[in-house]
Structure formats: C-alpha cells, structure tokens
C-alpha cells in the first residue's frame, strides 16, 4: 500500500513493504536501515503534532492514512488566518501594529518578556491584523492568541 | 573534614557539588522549591529540604529558610555553587554568624571585590593593568578632551551607575566627544538620576581569558592557569577552553596573567577559589576586567588539564586544611574543552525553551565528561537559568578535544525542548573558530557570516518518513492514534511557524 508522510513542507510516497527496515529500539525512537545506511529517528507527539529529531536536525511530520479518504491534509500554511500565539508564558512589553495594518512576513507585532529577556513575536507571511489581544503589561500563558491576521 | 554539607544551588552545579561530597563521604543536604521536588540534585542527594515556591526571589535567594535547613539537618558548611547567594557577602557574614561554615571567601573579600569599581581601584593599587580610563566623572570638556587624547580614539563613555549598556558611547574621533558626553550623560540621568559618565579605552575584539586562583588560609596562594572564555552570546559563555589558543602561542602570557592575579588575590586577602577574569587585545595586552569570588560554572575544563578537583580543593581549604599543592607542583597537560547546552532556540534570538524533556540519550565515550542536571521525563522550570549540561572534552591537543567535542555532540539527543546542540555543532565546524581566531565578538561575527542550512539529504527525509509511519502503525494498533484526537497537524504546524 501506498503511504503518504508530510515532513516538513515535504511529501514522502512509501510503500508499506519499507517498513521491514525499520525496527523501535526504545519507546519512540526508531532505528531505520535504507540501503545499508544507518539512520537513528526519535518520534515525539507535541502539541503541534508529531515532532522528530535525526541527524542534529528537527522536523515537523503528519501521516496521511490511504484508507480514511475523509481525512487529507488539511489547512496549509499558505493561507487563511493566523493567530500569532505565545510561545512561553510572559509579559507583553510592546505592542508594534494597530488593526488594520498591514504587514510583511517576518514583521514584528508583538514584543512579550519572559526569562528576563524579550523576544518579537512575528508575522509568519504577509497579512492584515484584524484583532489584536494582547495590550502592554499583559500576563500571558503559552499558546494564548496575541494577534489574529488575514 | 566536615561530615554534613548542605548545597545552596540546584542544577547541574548542585548534582556536581553532591558527586564531590559522595566520594569523599560528606553527607549531601539538598534544597529545593516547588518547581525542583523531582529534580536530579534533590533525587541524588542523601537528604533535602524544601525551601519554597518556584520564584528564586522566594527560595534559593531565601538566605534565612536555607540557614533553618542548614540547621535542621546539622550541616557543617553550606556550599552556595554560583550564582544565587554565591556572591553574597551578606550570606557568607550570615553562616558565620550561625556558626555554619560557607564555603568560598570571607564576607571582606567578597565586599572588596563585589563592587566592580571597588575592585578596579584594588587591582591598580595592587600594580595589575587595568582598562585605561578616568577615575573621575568627565564633566569639564576640556579635561575629557585631554585624557581621551592620552587614552587614544576609539574610547568609551559609561555611565557611572550604569549597566545593561545605558548611558553607553563609543567615540570614534575628537570631534564626536562633546556631543557624545551629552547624549550618554543625558541617557544615564535618566535610567540611573545619576549623569556621570566616565571615559575608558575601547578594546578591539577583546578575547576573554581568566585566571583561576586558590589560597588557604595560611596565606597560600596559587594559580591554576587560565580558561579562555570568548565565545558568548548575550554576554554569556557558550564555549570555554584550557588552555586559551592565545596563550599556547604566547606560553609567558599564562605567567603574566597569574601573577597579575595573585597580586589582586593578595591584596584582597583572598582565600578559597577564586577567579579573575581579564579582556586580553591581539597585541599582547590585558586588562583587569573582574573577580568572580566563586566557583566557576567552566571549572571542569580546569580540572580536566591540571588533574585537580576543584569541588574538593574548596571543601579542603574551606575546613582549614592547606593547599595540597604548591606553584611548582601544578601543571597543566593536554587540552580540554566545555560546551554549554542549553534549552534555548539559537534560530530565535536563543529564546528560552523550558518544557519536559520526552527523551534524553547522553554522550559518552572516550574523553567525555557530562555534568548535566537533567534525565528524561524531567520538565525543565522556566523560571530559571536554561543550562541543562554542560559537555567537556580532552585530548593530547585542541583538535582532538574538538573532534571529540563534535562526536560527542552528535551522539547527544534531547526530545520536547528546543535546544542549542545543533548551533554548538555550527560553531564548532566554523573555520575561524578551528584557528583559534576568538574574541567576544565572536559569536556575532558568526551569526552574520553564517551560511543558511543546507536542506536535509533525501535519505534522512524519506528514513524519518518511515519511522513516521511505523509509529503510527504502531498507535494504530494500540488504538492510541493521536491525529484523530484533534486538528491537522498541518494546521497545528502552520500555528507552530507563527511562533517561530
């Protein structure tokens, strides 16, 4: 059968009969054998999915299962909105934009503090804010929305 | 030799301290707040004590709820590691005054030379050289003119009260000096109330290089060489090394700098371990920068070339015993080198990554040694410092303390935190970095010049697909499939690139 995997922005087609080459050595790490290649994959399911770490490097990885056609990839990071969250719990500092404006990809709309240092929280692709959350001296907990753009 | 020692600090300095007393049978009394109950310290020590919530401020800063612990378990000595009350004079006054030896410095040597002003004074009375500059406010224009004249452009102004780079100029050319005064006296009145700004001599890619001292007290004092410590970001330390690629080629210069240093210990009357830390220019100059009258969080690359436990000399010293060595005695062999690693994203202004470790595989091998407070399924606390480890390498020379460093690095894996592991590897790979081209500047030269990372060979994509899959077989069959739990994972990796 068939398989789809999206690492990254990347899709990978595998057949089901490569998974003979691949044995789990300890809960979520997977040892994987390709043409006599030794590869060494640590799987870890995240908030935001399924995250694996190889080779010094981390990626971002969804199965796609042949056999529920309800299901695809849905969404993408291309388009639609955006709601720009903090990572960590903090204090917002600065707030940079205003609704309505527009702005470019890796412009900066909020700054929140958090471990005594401050980080500008970014706009991943171009848009316009249509709501803005977080106001100057904020507490704010992970993940809590700080900006919506479209 | 005490029998009893409590450890002030948590981390992977606290685990360092607790393996010191065990070898040599000194029961271990940890510390700990809310967020620490499960920590590695707390886990490895023979007893522990809480000492409340997570916030530093409320516990390991909490000198009187570390004395009533100290006392509750009968420690002898409380070694206060760095950082938290390791500088605090007032904590050493207050353990003698318990009755309860601290383990550093008397509370008058950490007053003398807390105060970087204070201790600059102390250094040049002592004959060590120090950064040329005013002792006084620049406030007459015409004197400043003079002295940054004597001094030579480029100079710097800073601010008297200052800190944190407020109240901060470089001045490049004379006719750039009034103005200048202006702006970082106006600057520093208003972040400090205070307007007095003094003018220094600008060091040019300074490297960083310190000297490590020890005295008993019998008026015994020696140097144990120095420990390069350039690489920094955020005007910390990432990457330190014995010896210094600057003093292997000017071998007088490690005689130069220790006795510089001994002379500053002296007039302070400076007992236990100490370290004082100099900005060194490419033309064979240096200048007394600061004492740190502690441990040092880099002393293992220290302990790895001279042979000596450091943990051990302190304890020696700190119950009366003498030093175990005299200057001819100490020698220093081969080549090691510390890599921080931390719980920070280097891809994002090295952003704090706190959170639970979900797997951990450690190095090991030949020439390695790991001084981590952490383990897997440990959640890292974000309210304090990011250092999960700290890896150190040694070999006959540099380069194979490099290779081994590199090995090492690629065998360690950390799942669920952000870490710096993979920019440490970046570094260490880096051509000027090989010469032993260092400087304080170093870690910026680098991140400008950086190349953007190569996309991940076909191979590697297609094996971390079919791991993907069988993990998800697996969950499948377990009937623990968490992608029908809730969203796609493409959106929730669109809403996770927001945060990036």
């Known amino acids: ?150 | 030799m005490f029998g009893r020692v409590l450890v002030a600090n948590r981390g992977e300095i606290a685990v360092r301290i607790i393996r010191a007393l065990r070898e040599i049978k000194i029961r271990s009394i940890a510390v700990f707040s809310d967020a620490d109950r499960g920590a590695l310290h707390v886990r490895l020590a023979d007893e522990a004590e809480h000492i409340g919530p997570a916030p530093s401020p409320d516990s390991y800063l909490r000198l009187d709820r570390i004395l009533e612990a100290a006392k509750k378990h009968g420690a002898e000595a409380i070694h206060p590691g760095y950082g938290f009350l390791s500088e605090n004079a007032g904590f050493a006054a207050a353990c003698a005054e318990a009755g309860i030896v601290f383990i550093g410095p008397s509370a008058e040597s950490i007053r003398r030379l807390g105060s970087k002003t204070a201790a600059r004074t102390l250094a040049k009375q002592a004959g060590a050289p120090v950064v040329p500059g005013s002792e006084e406010a620049a406030t007459n224009i015409e004197r400043a003119r003079a002295l940054a004249r004597e001094i030579g452009y480029p100079v710097l102004l800073k601010a008297a009260a200052g800190g944190g780079g407020k109240g901060m100029r470089r001045v490049n050319a004379e006719n750039e000096l009034e103005s200048a005064i202006r702006d970082a006296s106006s600057e520093a009145e208003r972040a400090f109330q205070n307007g007095e700004v003094y003018i220094e001599k600008v060091i040019e890619k300074p490297r960083h290089i310190e000297i490590q001292i020890a005295g008993d007290h019998y008026g015994n004092l020696v140097h144990l060489g120095e420990r390069e410590c350039s690489l920094q970001r955020r005007h910390q330390k990432i990457i330190e090394e014995c010896p210094s690629p600057w003093v292997a080629r000017h071998p007088e210069m490690r005689e130069a700098m220790g006795e510089a240093a001994l002379k500053i210990a002296r007039a302070a009357g400076y007992d236990n371990l100490g370290t004082v830390e100099f900005l060194a220019d490419n033309r064979g100059n240096f200048y007394f920068l600061e004492v740190n009258t502690r441990l040092q969080v880099e002393h293992p690359v220290t302990e790895l070339v001279t042979g000596h436990d450091l943990v051990h000399l302190q304890l020696r010293i700190a119950a009366g015993e003498a030093l175990p060595f005299t200057q001819k005695e100490i020698s220093w062999r081969g080549w090691a080198m510390e890599c921080r690693v931390c719980a920070e994203d280097p891809e994002n202004q090295f952003f704090p990554s706190p959170g639970k470790i979900a797997q951990l595989r450690e190095p090991s091998g030949p020439g390695v040694r790991l001084d981590s407070g952490v383990y897997p399924g440990w959640t890292v606390p974000l309210e304090y410092d990011p250092l999960l480890a700290k890896l150190v390498t040694r070999g006959p020379d540099r380069n194979t303390a490099i290779q081994r460093l590199q090995r090492a690095l690629s065998e360690y894996a950390v799942a669920g935190i952000q870490t710096n592991i993979a920019f440490l590897r970046e570094i260490l790979d880096d051509s000027e970095f090989l010469a032993g081209n260092l400087s304080t500047e170093f870690v910026a030269d680098f991140l400008a010049r950086r190349k953007p990372r190569t996309a991940p060979p076909p191979e590697l994509d297609s094996a971390v697909a079919l791991a993907a899959l069988a993990h998800y077989q697996t969950a499948r069959q377990r009937g623990t499939v968490a992608a029908e739990v809730e969203g796609s994972r493409w959106l929730n990796e669109g809403r996770g690139q927001l945060l990036r």
Do not use: C
């Not at chain 1, 054998?33 to 999915?49: K, M, V, Y």
């Not at chain 1, 969804?62 to 309800?70: I, Q």
């Not at chain 1, 600065?94 to 890796?106: E, F, S, Y």
């Open chain 1, 1 to 150: 059968m068939k398989w789809q995997v999206a690492v990254d922005d990347r899709t990978i087609e595998i057949d089901s009969g490569q998974l003979a080459s691949v044995t789990e050595v300890e809960p979520g790490v997977y040892a994987v054998l390709l043409d006599g290649a030794s590869f060494e994959i640590r799987l870890t399911e995240t908030s935001q999915g399924l995250s694996a770490e190889a080779g010094g490097r981390r990626f971002t990885v969804e199965v796609r299962d042949p056999r529920d056609t309800s299901r695809g990839f849905r969404g993408s990071v291309g388009s639609g909105r955006q709601n720009v969250a903090a990572p960590i719990p903090g204090k917002v500092v600065r707030v940079l934009v205003k609704v309505g404006d527009v702005v470019d990809a890796g412009q900066g709309l909020v700054v929140v503090e958090a471990m005594k240092m401050q980080n500008e929280m970014k706009a991943a692709r171009p848009g316009r804010v249509i709501e803005i959350r977080a106001h100057a001296g904020d507490t704010v907990a992970a993940g809590d929305t700080l900006a919506v753009l479209e």
